[in-house]
């Protein structure tokens, strides 16, 4: 099979580079193949919520829309929230040291949308599908990559492209077939994640509470239930994991200072490693990383979706901007996309590690350090005001 362009991985990143492709960088949809070898099932209507959810910006939900995904989107399904209130755990959750971030304020409608992983990934390999993209059900076994063409062995098929986009997560096998060494580092924390409901409505609030042995966030879904991410020390998350429910529940009404009342849960629990990760390289002649292929973050700031959006925009417009008749797959573009992308990336992740640094751990000077940067932000409005503009644009960091 030959084609213009094959991406390795059909998770949000990856599939939404696709449809950009064919719809803004001259790539007939004919000639693109996305390899996802996992199908995503959108859930039922009406059915528990999964445990997997991603904050995505007003500025990516409106990408999303441009490419006629997310009025496909079960609405019931996705909560839109209005304010965020961050805090540090030394102060009440009243203090006028809460950081309150507030779209009203910033003259938005809201904050960003709580959606379900796996509805957005079926969605848009759905999309992909209906435009003529090919999608291949199977799983890059061998690259290799020379000055002509790209090679992937699937097993049972073999793709030849102008251009591999390695979009396959984390432990990419792209990144390591192209021998890119990444910068990693062990958070030495576990996520997990659940859906909660408590006693009293979110009111369409997002929390997050930095706690010494971790951050814990609370997004809302629909109807009052929220989805906790609570990122723990190892030792801590162990413990937890091992709780029976109800101690559980009372660990997690305590570490959210109480803010909905008491919280129950209505799901299972699950947990993820933590780790940073930073690819050397975005870009090789023929080859390129998107996503957390290229880079990964701590989850407390909510951006590594909306990172590789960013990631795929900014490829989409490269590979636009190529001379007709130049191949997607020549280095000029591929390193313009690189030179855009990879410096923001790293300032992300070196403000993010700062942020877990600062909060995690214990310490009278770290709980001071944490409480009065806050509070700075917090008391100036154009400061949170520049903050709101610059999330609700789906920018995870400001541009020039
Ligand atoms: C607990 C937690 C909460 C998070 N919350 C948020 C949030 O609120 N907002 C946000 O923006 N980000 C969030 N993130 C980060 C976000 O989940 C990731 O950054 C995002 O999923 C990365 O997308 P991706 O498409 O690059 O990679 P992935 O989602 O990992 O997708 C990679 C795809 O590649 C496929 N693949 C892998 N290997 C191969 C192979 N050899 N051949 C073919 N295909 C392959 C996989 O099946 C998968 O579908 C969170 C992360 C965690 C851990």
Do not use: K
């Not at 059915?47 to 959810?53: G, I, T």
């Not at 950081?99 to 759905?126: K, M, T, W, Y």
């Not at 590979?319 to 410096?343: D, N, V």
Request: proline share 5%.
């Amino acid at each position: 099979m030959r084609v213009d362009v094959a991406i390795v991985g059909g998770g949000i990143v990856g599939a939404t580079l696709a449809l950009l492709l064919a719809q803004r960088a001259r790539i007939d949809a004919a000639r693109i193949a996305v390899i996802e070898p996992m199908p995503a099932v959108s859930p039922l209507h009406g059915s528990p919520f999964e445990l997997r959810v991603s904050a995505i910006s007003p500025g990516n939900r409106a990408l999303l829309t441009g490419l006629g995904v997310w009025h496909a989107l079960d609405a019931s399904r996705i909560a839109d929230y209005e304010r965020m209130l961050v805090w540090h755990e030394s102060v009440p959750p009243d203090s006028p040291d809460v950081l309150r971030f507030d779209a009203a304020e910033a003259g938005e409608p809201d904050l960003g949308s709580i959606v379900e992983n796996n509805a957005l990934q079926a969605q848009l390999l759905h999309r992909c599908a209906e435009q003529g993209i090919g999608i291949l059900h199977e799983t890059l076994r061998v690259l290799q990559v020379d000055a002509d063409a790209a090679t992937l062995d699937l097993g049972a098929t073999q793709v030849v492209a102008e251009l591999v986009v390695g979009a396959d997560g984390a432990a990419s096998a792209v990144r390591s077939a192209l021998g890119v060494q990444a910068d990693s580092r062990d958070y030495g924390q576990r996520a997990i994640v659940a859906t909660v409901r408590g006693e009293r409505s979110h009111g369409g609030t997002a929390w997050q509470r930095f706690l010494s042995t971790g951050p814990l966030a609370l997004l809302p879904l629909p109807g009052d239930e929220c989805s906790i991410v609570w990122s723990a020390l190892n030792e801590r998350a162990d413990a937890l994991l091992a709780m029976e429910p109800r101690d559980f529940e009372a660990e997690l009404t305590a570490a959210s200072a109480g803010v909905l009342g008491a919280l129950r849960l209505t799901s299972r629990r699950a947990a993820f490693p933590l780790r940073r990760l930073a690819a050397q390289h975005y870009a090789r002649q023929r080859a390129v990383l998107v996503g957390d292929a290229a880079h990964v973050i701590h989850p407390l700031a909510g951006q590594g979706v909306n990172q590789g959006l960013e990631d795929v925009v900014a490829l989409a417009a490269a590979l636009a901007l190529r001379p007709a008749r130049e191949s997607p797959g020549a280095l000029a573009a591929l390193r313009r996309y690189e030179r855009e992308r990879r410096a923001g990336n790293a300032l992300v992740a070196a403000t993010v590690d700062s942020l877990d640094l600062l909060f995690t751990g214990s310490g009278a000077l770290r709980a001071w350090l944490a409480r009065e940067g806050m509070a700075m932000v917090g008391r100036s409005a154009p400061a949170r005001r520049f903050l709101v503009r610059q999330a609700a644009a789906g920018r995870s960091w400001p541009h020039r």
